[in-house]
């Protein structure tokens, strides 16, 4: 059965930085794509971020670049995402889904992962 559990989250001044973690069970990371989303209040949810961890590809939304960095360990079953630099604008709820090979692309599409995790608080303030 499938299980996909984020954790990480919390709170933290600008230019901080944080390390979510998505940890995947029930499914094989590596035949698998993973992406980060992220919801604000009163806001659609966005993608942040995503890979293709059998082959490396990531993708970055223009927001993130440069800040975020996403990796994934198959033996863990785990995908991370370090977020360096926060802004205020940064802050929500941030969402791990899984979607097949082929779900990660250049748009982080949340239309394509079919299983979500429950999502972990970021908070960015001074």
């Known amino acids: 059965q499938l299980h996909i559990e984020e954790s990480g989250g919390g709170s933290v001044q600008p230019g901080g930085s944080l390390r979510l973690s998505c940890a995947v069970s029930?499914?094989?990371?590596?035949?698998?794509?993973i992406g980060w989303f992220r919801q604000a209040p009163g806001k659609e949810r966005e993608g942040v971020s995503c890979?293709?961890?059998?082959?490396?590809?990531?993708n970055y939304a223009d927001s993130v670049k440069g800040r975020f960095t996403i990796s994934a360990d198959n033996a863990k079953s785990t995908v991370y995402l370090q977020m360096n630099r926060l802004k205020p604008e940064d802050k929500g709820v941030y969402y791990c889904?899984?979607?097949?090979?082929?779900?990660?692309?250049?748009?982080?599409?949340?239309?394509?992962?079919?299983?979500w995790g429950q999502g972990t608080q970021v908070t960015v303030s001074s």
């Open positions: 889904a899984l979607g097949p090979l082929g779900s990660c692309s250049a748009d982080v599409v949340k239309g394509r992962y079919p299983y």
């Open positions: 890979i293709r961890s059998s082959g490396g590809m990531t």
């Open positions: 029930g499914f094989t990371l590596a035949y698998n794509d």
